[in-house]
């Protein structure tokens, strides 16, 4: 069994007030434009097209909700922090995305997208720091691994980690590839605990082709 396979589009919004009534618990994936945040979506629902993937960063302006067969929804957030949208409309995303990530009360956690070439950028941390605040877990996918050679990556993932490590258990790290499929188990089980659902049917973590673990 997969957790994100079988996701079905239910409602696209690009304002606050739109949002639909809580219905089920919510998993959102944010992440900077062009930081892979479609792609990962793409895969881990062994999808191609779920999740719109752009060859110009900043095209995602609305936040799109999924159901998943297990009741919950997956809410794609847009992408934010490409610097040729116009201003206004990046105010309306950054409105959009505070409003969201501090308001909405069925919001279980966040998994944050970041390109392990360039993790924690300003607005990265600016996103976390909006959400710490909630109580609620937040799971940072280390993506373009493949793109890193094997040390690279794990010094990546060691240093995120570190830079992290003062906000404890809330925040869990990995590394992550869509192109080759990747570090899918971990964000699975990851996700499965804060639904507080059975992992024995999901996917088991493979060892050796582990990229990184999910905790710290």
């Given at each position: 069994?997969?957790?994100?396979?079988?996701?079905?589009?239910?409602?696209?919004i690009?304002?606050?007030?739109?949002?639909?009534?809580?219905?089920?618990?919510?998993?959102?994936?944010?992440?900077?434009?062009?930081?892979?945040?479609?792609?990962?979506?793409?895969?881990?629902a062994?999808?191609?097209r779920l999740?719109?993937?752009?060859?110009?960063?900043?095209?995602?302006q609305?936040?799109?909700f999924?159901?998943l067969?297990?009741g919950?929804?997956?809410?794609?957030?847009?992408?934010?922090?490409?610097?040729?949208v116009?201003?206004?409309?990046?105010?309306?995303?950054v409105?959009?995305l505070?409003?969201?990530?501090?308001?909405?009360?069925?919001?279980?956690?966040l998994?944050?997208?970041?390109?392990?070439?360039?993790?924690?950028?300003p607005?990265?941390?600016?996103?976390?720091?909006?959400?710490?605040p909630?109580?609620?877990p937040?799971?940072?996918?280390?993506?373009?691994?493949?793109k890193?050679?094997?040390?690279?990556?794990?010094?990546?993932?060691?240093?995120?980690?570190?830079?992290?490590?003062g906000?404890?258990?809330?925040?869990?790290?990995?590394?992550?590839?869509?192109?080759?499929?990747?570090?899918m188990e971990?964000?699975?089980?990851?996700?499965?605990?804060?639904?507080?659902l059975a992992?024995?049917?999901?996917?088991?973590?493979?060892?050796?082709?582990?990229?990184?673990?999910?905790?710290?």
């Open positions: 069994m997969s957790l994100f396979r079988n996701a079905k589009f239910e409602i696209s690009a304002k606050a007030g739109d949002l639909p009534i809580p219905d089920g618990p919510e998993i959102a994936f944010a992440g900077r434009s062009n930081a892979g945040k479609s792609s990962a979506i793409n895969t881990l062994d999808h191609t999740a719109y993937v752009s060859k110009t960063p900043g095209r995602t609305l936040i799109n999924f159901r067969d297990c919950a929804v997956l809410v794609d957030l847009p992408g934010y922090g490409y610097a040729k116009p201003e206004a409309i990046r105010r309306q995303w409105g959009l505070e409003n969201y990530l501090r308001r909405r009360e069925n919001l279980v956690g998994v944050l997208i970041m390109d392990s070439r360039h993790p924690l950028t607005l990265d941390r600016q996103m976390i720091d909006w959400f710490v909630s109580g609620r937040i799971h940072v996918l280390l993506t373009k691994a493949d890193l050679s094997r040390n690279e990556a794990a010094a990546t993932l060691a240093a995120v980690r570190r830079e992290l490590a906000l404890g258990a809330q925040v869990t790290v990995q590394l992550f590839s869509s192109l080759k499929k990747v570090g971990e964000v699975e089980h990851t996700v499965a605990g804060w639904l507080n992992t024995d049917d999901l996917p088991e973590v493979p060892t050796g082709a582990r990229l990184g673990a999910a905790g710290k």
